[in-house]
């Protein structure tokens, strides 16, 4: 049996539509989670951040960061300690918004604040430190990898 012209483009138009199809409801079932819920206000504020950064930057030592069996230890520089410090520590999980975590800064004499590890999955987190001190805004951020 022999398909004419006609019927084979019709045949090859109705498996693209099926492949198009198929895209768009997997696509509709796949978990989208935004970086930020205020990404826009975020971004408006971004030359604020990258004041605070070189704030930061242009203290004695950087903030440490760092993944420890008691859990995410944050140092700060020897200019925040015993300083009035406002502030929060936001641990954020690029691959699981439910992950996220907000803390309140409050370091203790030595400008040290140890952060529990107890509710977070092992995985990529990017630990972001934003705090005011006197009338400047600093800002640091670093990658960890929490086992």
Request: hydrophobic residues 40%; contains cysteine.
């Amino acid at each position: 049996m022999k398909i004419n012209w006609g019927w084979k483009l019709t045949i090859v138009y109705l498996g693209f539509m099926a492949g198009i199809l198929t895209l768009v409801f997997k696509a509709k079932g796949q978990k989208v989670d935004l970086v930020a819920t205020d990404y826009y206000k975020q971004e408006l504020a971004f030359g604020t951040r990258l004041e605070a950064s070189k704030n930061a930057s242009a203290l004695s030592t950087e903030v440490g960061f760092s993944n420890t069996n008691e859990g995410i230890q944050v140092v700060f520089p020897s200019e925040c300690q015993n300083q009035m410090m406002e502030g929060q520590l936001v641990i954020y999980c690029p691959s699981d918004a439910g992950m996220d975590r907000s803390v309140a800064i409050t370091p203790d004499a030595t400008g040290t604040q140890v952060i529990s590890k107890e509710g977070l999955k092992n995985g990529f987190y990017i630990i972001k430190a934003s705090w005011k001190m006197g009338d400047k805004n600093f800002y640091a951020e670093k990658a960890l990898d929490i086992q």
